[in-house]
């Protein structure tokens, strides 16, 4: 693109150039085209394999790659990375200055997932950057958005960009961090300190532009990368967006999922501590699309509703209705789930998380996945052909943003809208009300007794055809796909049944 556009650049040149003062005054000349902005050179990393000492540690989805056209391989990637620090004040408007720091050396690995098949990869890679809050890696966006990827052939690159997920912590939920859980596999790895993590989720992407054979991406030709990460993570992808993003150009777009208020560090001890400020938006200036998708745990008890921002050129706000931090689909029924099956789009009391975590309450069972899919589609089609997201609503709150407004059976109102929330069988929500790990964030699922649902819809047809509508206006609204719509329609007659009605 920036060749193309300085080819014209230069014709436009040349053709004022050989008018003569006549042509001049007769044919109105077209202002030269601005220039494109100009980035710093991403380092290419160094790739090498890993010891062939045991398996992958990641927790991610449990059905077979090779089953469904995929491929999982481990690599490690070394090289010089930089901290940044910041040329002038970090504002609330995000248009942040920042230059490269102290160096470091590092070795970090990633895990790919890919399509076997050439012939099936779509070209467009979404980078994760893993998050750590438990104590250990773990893919939260391959957890709610694989079908997606799965069937459009988009690879998946899962990165271990910050020093918990190699070191660990005291008190992990489980002992998975990568030295912890396997160290005669990752001993070697080295991670300087989370203030190079931004240059090591930078580095990456020269990893995936690489065609060689023996790259990361087998040779395939990529040319859509989309970052991704959610909760800690997407706070992290906040701090890139406003710093690094300008300085490096390296993505293509972002989908950032349940950021909390503020963002993370630009950087921290060792290096000088830099600490943004209590309130932080995105950028309105960024040159690559953006989607910041939220729950309603994110936005007020979570607090971001402080950092609201307007929709932008290139910036979309998704606060969706019925959704939790976490929910049962990405924490559980997901896991399994390869695009076939209705039942993965049912409304469930569930209140195990794999077994390993007991929760109070039944855990949100919305809509979170299906709109996210949704999510990726949008901003994948955002960047390739330039057609913006839909925009949307924000969740409707009292005036002073102390709580939600919610309709006669408890659901919130405004917000994106899904046939969860529009047709409901179940009273859904983020709220925290657990202290527990795992549960804290994982909002509430009450199922409705058999009179509210006959008060709602009379039979179980009513209830398909309520079902039915309010997935065509999601899908007409570009909330959800129409591929996962058939699996939502399907869901309605076996959501009236699981009811005992």
């Not at 992290?236 to 993370?264: C, E, H, K, M, W």
Request: glycine share 8%; with cysteine; net charge negative.
């Amino acid at each position: 693109m920036r060749k193309f556009s300085f080819i014209l650049f230069l014709s436009a040149l040349a053709i004022i150039g050989c008018s003569d003062s006549s042509d001049r005054r007769d044919t109105p000349v077209e202002p030269p085209l601005p220039p494109e902005p100009e980035f710093l050179e991403v380092p290419s990393p160094t790739v090498s394999a890993p010891p062939d000492e045991g398996a992958i540690t990641l927790i991610s989805t449990f059905f077979s790659f090779e089953d469904v056209g995929f491929q999982q391989t481990e690599f490690f990637l070394s090289g010089t990375a930089t901290s940044f620090t910041n040329v002038g004040e970090l504002g609330e408007d995000g248009r942040w200055e920042a230059e490269p720091a102290e160096e470091a050396e590092y070795m970090t690995r990633v895990v790919v997932y890919r399509p076997i098949e050439p012939a099936d990869y779509s070209g467009t890679a979404v980078i994760e950057w893993l998050n750590v809050t438990s104590g250990f890696d773990t893919p939260v966006g391959w957890g709610s958005g694989h079908v997606e990827a799965l069937r459009r052939g988009h690879a998946w690159v899962n990165v271990s960009a910050q020093i918990v997920g190699i070191e660990g912590v005291e008190n992990a939920t489980l002992p998975l961090a990568l030295k912890v859980a396997n160290p005669e596999r990752y001993g070697e790895l080295n991670h300087p300190g989370d203030s190079f993590s931004y240059d090591i989720f930078t580095q990456v992407t020269a990893a995936v532009r690489d065609t060689s054979p023996e790259g990361i991406m087998g040779g395939l030709d990529t040319n859509v990368l989309i970052a991704a990460g959610e909760s800690q993570s997407a706070s992290r992808l906040l701090t890139y967006i406003n710093a690094v993003q300008p300085l490096y150009g390296a993505y293509d777009g972002f989908l950032v999922d349940s950021r909390y208020n503020s963002s993370q560090r630009l950087s921290q001890p060792p290096q000088a501590e830099i600490l943004p400020p209590e309130i932080v938006r995105f950028r309105d200036d960024i040159a690559a699309p953006v989607i910041n998708f939220q729950g309603e745990t994110d936005v007020i008890p979570l607090s971001a509703v402080d950092e609201r921002q307007p929709d932008s050129e290139n910036f979309r706000l998704w606060e969706v209705a019925g959704a939790a931090h976490n929910d049962n689909y990405q924490l559980v029924t997901g896991r399994s789930d390869i695009g076939e099956g209705a039942e993965f789009a049912l409304v469930v009391e569930n209140t195990s998380i794999l077994g390993a975590i007991q929760c109070d309450v039944p855990i949100n069972s919305g809509p979170y996945a299906w709109v996210y899919m949704a999510a990726l589609r949008n901003l994948e089609t955002w960047v390739r052909e330039g057609t913006p997201a839909p925009e949307a609503e924000r969740l409707a709150t009292l005036d002073d943003d102390s709580d939600y407004v919610y309709d006669d059976v408890g659901n919130v109102l405004g917000g994106v809208r899904t046939p969860y929330v529009d047709a409901p069988a179940a009273r859904i929500s983020g709220e925290i009300v657990s202290e527990g790990n795992g549960c804290r964030l994982s909002g509430t699922t009450t199922l409705f007794d058999a009179a509210t649902m006959a008060s709602l819809y009379v039979d179980r047809q009513g209830y398909i055809d309520a079902v039915d509508e309010a997935t065509e206006v999601a899908v007409a609204a570009g909330y959800i796909l129409d591929e996962d719509a058939v699996r939502i329609r399907a869901a309605a007659a076996l959501q009236w049944d699981a009811l005992g009605i």
